[in-house]
């Protein structure tokens, strides 16, 4: 169990670096989960398992969620990202169009 932790470590300060702008250093316009598994050289079922042993990663992953919802939002709604596209990504996020019909 230290090794698994001591590479929980390592992950840690790497997942804060992502977030520290290291996915736009890497080319990223928002972070994301997949981003992030590169970023830190694991796999995403990896990320979500060492999620579910660190209240501090989970807060990590948690955070590359809120702010790519946020970046969607702002930058689709400013046009500088493509609207059908953040819309698409948005509905990761619980975000959907619905059309309601009433027949009465």
Same mark, same amino acid.
């Given at each position: 169990?230290?090794g698994?932790?001591?590479?929980?470590?390592?992950?840690? #300060?790497?997942?804060?670096?992502y977030?520290n702008?290291? +996915?736009?250093?890497?080319?990223?316009?928002?972070?994301? #989960?997949? /981003?992030?598994?590169? +970023?830190? /050289?694991?796999s995403?079922?990896?990320? +979500?398992? +060492?999620?579910?042993?660190?209240?501090e990663?989970?807060?990590?992953?948690?955070? #590359?969620?809120?702010?790519?919802?946020?970046?969607?939002?702002?930058?689709?709604?400013? /046009?500088e990202f493509?609207?059908?596209?953040?819309?698409?990504?948005?509905?990761?996020?619980?975000?959907?169009?619905?059309?309601? #019909?009433?027949?009465?």
């Open positions: 169990m230290k698994r932790k001591s590479n929980l470590d390592t992950r840690l #300060v790497k997942a804060r670096g977030l702008k290291g +996915y736009k250093e890497n080319g990223g316009l928002i972070p994301s #989960v997949s /981003g992030l598994s590169l +970023y830190i /050289g694991c995403r079922s990896s990320l +979500y398992n +060492y999620a579910n042993e660190s209240e990663f989970n807060d990590l992953l948690e955070t #590359v969620k809120a702010i790519q919802e946020n970046e969607l939002i702002n930058k689709g709604l400013s /046009g493509n609207a059908t596209i953040a819309k698409l990504m948005l509905a990761n996020h619980g975000y959907s169009h619905k059309h309601q #019909v009433d027949l009465n």
